[in-house]
């Protein structure tokens, strides 16, 4: 599956991804990972840390990529990958996903 990226509802640009087919729901796969990455529990690394605490988080695309291949397709020989980063030019008809 071809999924296009846009981040804070701009559609200028898009990240676009492969994610192997498999069962599974791409929005509730996206909940599960803004879960994951909010949860000040999770040392990972894309917090911001001020005053020794967790602030913010600063990911894109990459991040949600690794992600889905650490904790959903771990086990598979196929795995999610980005086709190509701030494409001006996308298939609309690809499902779209917004960070």
């Known amino acids: 599956m071809v999924v296009n990226c846009f981040y804070?509802?701009?559609?200028?640009y898009a990240d676009i991804i492969y994610i192997?087919?498999?069962?599974?729901n791409i929005n509730e796969i996206q909940n599960q990972f803004f879960r994951w990455m909010f949860d000040k529990q999770n040392d990972h690394k894309y917090w911001l840390i001020?005053?020794?605490e967790k602030v913010a988080c600063r990911y894109g695309t990459c991040a949600f990529?690794?992600?889905?291949?650490?904790?959903?397709l771990?086990?598979?020989a196929?795995?999610?990958y980005m086709i190509e980063e701030?494409?001006?030019?996308?298939?609309?008809?690809?499902?779209?996903?917004?960070f």
């Open 78 to 80: 196929e795995k999610a």
């Open 86 to 98: 701030n494409a001006t030019e996308w298939n609309d008809e690809n499902i779209s996903l917004f």
């Open 50 to 52: 001020a005053d020794g």
């Open 65 to 72: 990529v690794e992600w889905v291949n650490e904790n959903l």
């Open 74 to 76: 771990s086990k598979s």
């Open 8 to 12: 804070d509802e701009c559609t200028d």
């Open 20 to 24: 192997p087919e498999f069962d599974y």
